[in-house]
C-alpha cells in the first residue's frame, strides 16, 4: 500500500521492517482482551497483539508490561473504557508506549499518520456493498494493515479485492491451527486470535499444515516502496 509519511525516515517506517520480520516468524496476532491474558501473552513466542477492552486508568500499566516483554502493542481504540476518539486518545496511546492504534474510524486511521503510529484499519465485510465500502475506506485512510472480520470471508474475495486490502491480517473465527494457516495460504500476513493455544505457533508450522501450501502473505512495507 502506497501511504504517504512525513518523512522516509520516520518512525513508523522504521518500525515498519521490524513488525513485517515478527510477523513472518509468528504470523499470529494476539488479541488481547481485557487484563486477565496479558501474562499470558507476554509469555508466549508471538510477538504482537491488539489490546482491547482495557480501561484508560489501567492501559498505561499494561502498555509497560508488554513492552518489557518486548511486544509490539496495537491498542483497540474503539473498545477501551474511557479512552476518547479523538487526536489527544492517540497522543496519550503513543506516549503511554503503544506502537499502533486500531479502529474501524477512518479519520483515527488518518490522525494517527501524523503522530507516528502503526495503523490497523478493521473492517467487517459481510455483503458485496459493504466490501465495497471498506475498499474505499482502505483506499482512503491507507493504513499499514488491514484487519479484515470474519477471517473465513477471505474464501471469497476476489485477487483485487485481496490486492486492494493487502497487507491484511484474518480476524473472527480464527480457532484452529488449521483456520490460520488457511488464511495464511489465502494471502493474509498474518491471523488474529485471542486463544493463548495459537499464539505459540510459528510459520514454518502453519506453512507446513494441510492445505496451507504456498502460504505467503504480503508483509507490512515501509510506505513509499509497496
Known amino acids: 500500500m502506497n501511504s504517504s509519511r512525513p518523512s522516509a525516515a520516520s518512525a513508523v517506517n522504521q518500525m515498519l521492517p521490524r513488525l513485517a520480520a515478527a510477523l513472518h516468524e509468528v ?20 510477538h504482537v497483539c491488539i489490546l ?13 508490561a508488554l513492552r518489557g516483554a518486548g511486544k ?5 481504540v474503539d473498545s477501551c473504557p474511557g479512552l476518547a476518539q479523538d487526536r489527544g486518545a492517540l497522543e496519550f496511546l503513543r506516549d503511554s508506549g503503544a ?12 490522525k494517527g ?21 471498506s475498499l474505499d ?12 472480520m470474519p477471517a473465513p470471508i477471505a474464501a471469497r474475495l476476489d485477487p483485487e479485492a485481496k490486492r486492494l486490502l493487502s497487507p491484511y491480517v484474518a480476524a473472527g473465527f480464527v480457532e484452529t491451527e488449521r483456520d490460520a494457516a488457511a488464511a ?13 493455544r495459537l499464539w505459540r505457533l510459528r510459520r514454518e508450522q502453519l506453512v507446513g499444515s494441510p492445505g ?15
Open 212 to 226: 496451507a501450501a504456498g502460504a505467503a502473505g504480503t508483509a507490512p512495507t515501509e510506505k513509499g516502496n509497496a
Open 72 to 76: 509490539t502493542v496495537f491498542v483497540n
Open 184 to 196: 495464511l495460504a489465502l494471502g493474509a500476513s498474518a491471523v488474529a486470535t485471542s486463544d493463548p
Open 99 to 110: 506502537q499502533g492504534a486500531v479502529s474501524t474510524r477512518l479519520s483515527l486511521v488518518e
Open 52 to 64: 482491547a477492552s482495557v480501561a484508560v486508568g489501567r492501559l498505561g500499566g499494561v502498555l509497560a
Open 113 to 133: 499518520h501524523s503522530l507516528d503510529l502503526l495503523t490497523m484499519m478493521k473492517v467487517f465485510v459481510t455483503d458485496r456493498s459493504n466490501l465495497r465500502r
Open 27 to 46: 504470523p499470529v496476532i494476539g488479541s488481547v482482551v481485557g487484563t486477565p491474558r496479558v501474562r499470558d501473552f507476554a509469555e508466549s513466542p508471538a
Open 137 to 148: 475506506a482502505v483506499s482512503r485512510g491507507r493504513p499499514d494493515l488491514v484487519e479484515v
